[in-house]
T-cell receptor, first 114, second 118 residues
Framework: AQSVTQLGSHVSVSEGALVLLRCNYSSSVPPYLFWYVQYPNQGLQLLLKYTSAATLVKGINGFEAEFKKSETSFHLTKPSAHMSDAAEYFCAVSPRGSARQLTFGSGTQLTVLP | DTGVSQDPRHKITKRGQNVTFRCDPISEHNRLYWYRQTLGQGPEFLTYFQNEAQLEKSRLLSDRFSAERPKGSFSTLEIQRTEQGDSAMYLC????????????????FGEGSRLTVL
């Protein structure tokens, strides 16, 4: 069994401030972990993924995430928020080698204030 | 590579009517997935195909739902006798799995088909 918990359904930051979106996972086997972004009325776009290589993963648009096994966390960060980062972000987990069992969190809506 | 495309993007129907959604995956992808997303929630898995075979269905997929992928390319998702609770965004995604190897777990999503049942 696997699950993902995203802490905070809404996060607001000022433009230029640090973005931190929290994700904790539960998995009975070593997981693959993902962050997806969804802009209004659009599908999901992959930001980054952890598949057991480096624990610090860099993605698109300046985002990165760190896999911490001891904390069962995969938090998403960006040093400086931009207005275009406003979107909904989903953390997801799957057992290694099994995209068909991808489980999503409930999402975090990021608002960037001018 | 034009990405995953879905049609129609929006559908408004009356309760009890049938609706059909179409998904065209990325051409070289052999796996195709359907997800449902309701407001304020993450996508929930409905079903997936490897080539033309439907390999797994979620318990969310009631008897009123049927999905096909007849030639291993595009797929259709039909909902019969729609109910207001079916109102949601239906997302299609695709991926490529090499034989004998696990996949990367990365899905490529279409923009979704939004269903509103009145």
């Amino acid at each position: 069994a696997q699950s993902v918990t995203q802490l905070g359904s809404h996060v607001s930051v000022s433009e230029g401030a640090l973005v931190l979106l929290r994700c904790n996972y539960s998995s009975s086997v070593p997981p693959y972990l993902f962050w997806y972004v969804q802009y209004p009325n659009q599908g999901l776009q992959l930001l980054l993924k952890y598949t057991s290589a480096a624990t610090l993963v860099k993605g698109i648009n300046g985002f990165e995430a760190e896999f911490k096994k001891s904390e069962t966390s995969f938090h998403l960060t960006k040093p400086s928020a931009h207005m275009s980062d406003a979107a909904e972000y989903f953390c997801a987990v799957s057992p290694r080698g099994s995209a068909r069992q991808l489980t999503f969190g409930s999402g975090t809506q990021l608002t960037v204030l001018p | 590579d034009t990405g995953v495309s879905q049609d129609p993007r929006h559908k408004i129907t009356k309760r009890g009517q049938n609706v059909t959604f179409r998904c065209d995956p990325i051409s070289e992808h052999n796996r195709l997935y359907w997800y449902r997303q309701t407001l304020g929630q993450g996508p929930e898995f409905l079903t997936y195909f490897q080539n033309e075979a439907q390999l797994e269905k979620s318990r969310l997929l009631s008897d009123r739902f049927s999905a096909e992928r007849p030639k291993g390319s595009f797929s259709t998702l039909e909902i019969q006798r729609t109910e207001q609770g079916d109102s949601a965004m239906y997302l299609c995604a695709s991926s490529f799995k090499r034989g004998g190897l696990g996949d990367t777990g990365e899905l490529f999503f279409g923009e979704g088909s939004r269903l509103t049942v009145l």
